[in-house]
DNA sequence: ATGCGTGTGTTCTATATTCGAACACATTGT
DNA sequence: ACAATGTGTTCGAATATAGAACACACGCAT
């Protein structure tokens, strides 16, 4: 049944499951609890841990317990740079002409990973996209918009007929909306942000109540859009 | 001379550091280039590249070139992440108050880096201090205020006797100030942030002109940064 | 003090893992 | 058609790694 043929480092693995379970976990860890939760040998996550100090990817705190280091932030600093670099501005523009948190969605496999976000002045609340949440790609509306470029046949398993009733309908009108699905009473427009040769991305807005229309919004977002599309070449 | 008795992990660190490539490459790279650039053996790369991809940390583009993936900035999400999560209000609330972007550096070996900026409403520019961004600590205020924590036996090697000088001087008024430092004709303020059992950090704003006087600001910023380190109990 | 539990750092050998060459194939451009 | 470039796969040899064992430091209870 499960075709089974990758040939994956194992080292190289284990030295990145370090690091996801060190994200995973909210404080330091101890060696030890480390090599217990990867299921290895001490030494072996002793040498490991010593590779990922070696290049500032862990850092120890005054107690000797493990943490993920600043060079992390560094390293992902280089994600989809030039796209961020191209966004930003946009959102900072969107973010305080509509007095909304304004962000850029991926896709990453089956979930929305937020690379960036902007607050406005008055931000209603601390419940800003924290650049880095994820969540299942089918849920809220810069999933969705981010689903209208994919091909229905790469969805992932999560999505059914009426998701997909919902995101094609959306599509032709090119916006999307959500309302209590990632955030409880939380708003949300998105647009679609298609780039040449490069993963499927959304940029959006989060709000409580608003005085403009959806519409009004998405138009909004949508200009945005076409600037960063135009300056990427896609 | 270099003691060198560092039992590193070939296999590890290699996959680090094609990552550390490919945040440097502003562009997508083929496998042979990847190769090339570490010095391995083209199937040394395939295998470890098949092993970061299967760990969402690298994507490929429509070119089946390759890129760091989404997945990074979610693993960096988890920097420091409660320091993140009480210093984002805050650097919202003095970024608005000043006009000016406000952001949190903390110390990384011989390294400034920021790990959230906050840009106002009237940004002067979108010079804005993106997260990852870094800097040798010798320089800038932000780096001042973070040496200024750390005991001077082990500063960097970049660290003269005027920067020493300099440090001691602002430290016991408790507020750095750099013009033309880091970014020609921008000014920061900064002020360091300590907090127990964790590595010297800082907030700052910069600006390129401000109504207010560098003290005033640099009161604001330590306002911020006595309830950031209340909430951390630092 | 003594013992106990926990945590770190180091050394060592068998072996599983990785290395690197070579092959097959697709694509692109000359 | 041919070379040039890139990707994916196989395979034996060699080496980097796995995991056990040891030495040591620290905190805490008995």
Redesign the pocket.
């Known amino acids: 049944m499960t075709e089974e043929?990758a040939?994956a480092?194992?080292?190289?693995s284990?030295g990145i499951r370090i690091l996801e379970v060190l994200a995973d976990a909210r404080e330091p860890l101890?060696?030890?609890?480390i090599a217990r939760r990867l299921d290895?040998?001490?030494?072996?996550a002793?040498?490991l841990l010593r590779t990922l100090e070696d290049h500032g990817l862990i850092a120890r705190d005054a107690n000797?317990?493990i943490a993920l280091g600043a060079r992390m932030a560094a390293l992902a600093a280089g994600v989809a740079h030039d796209l961020q670099a191209e966004a930003l501005p946009e959102l900072t523009d969107v973010a305080n002409e509509l007095g909304m948190t304004c962000f850029l969605s991926v896709l990453d496999h089956d979930e929305c990973v937020t690379l960036a976000s902007v607050e406005p002045r008055h931000a209603v609340a601390s419940v800003a996209q924290r650049p880095g949440t994820r969540h299942p790609v089918t849920r809220g509306a810069p999933g969705k918009a981010i689903l209208s470029l994919v091909p229905g046949a790469s969805w992932p398993s999560g999505a059914d007929a009426h998701l997909r009733d919902e995101v094609t309908d959306a599509a032709t009108r090119g916006w999307f909306e959500s309302h209590d699905e990632v955030i409880p009473s939380l708003r949300a427009v998105a647009v679609p942000l298609a780039i040449r040769g490069r993963g499927a991305a959304a940029i959006a807005v989060v709000y409580l109540a608003s005085p403009h229309a959806p519409a009004e919004i998405a138009a909004r977002l949508a200009r945005s859009a076409g600037v960063i599309r135009a300056a990427l070449g896609g």
Chains 1, 2 share one sequence.
């Open positions: 043929r040939p480092s194992q080292t190289l284990r101890t060696i030890d609890e290895v040998h001490r030494s072996v002793y040498r000797g317990h």
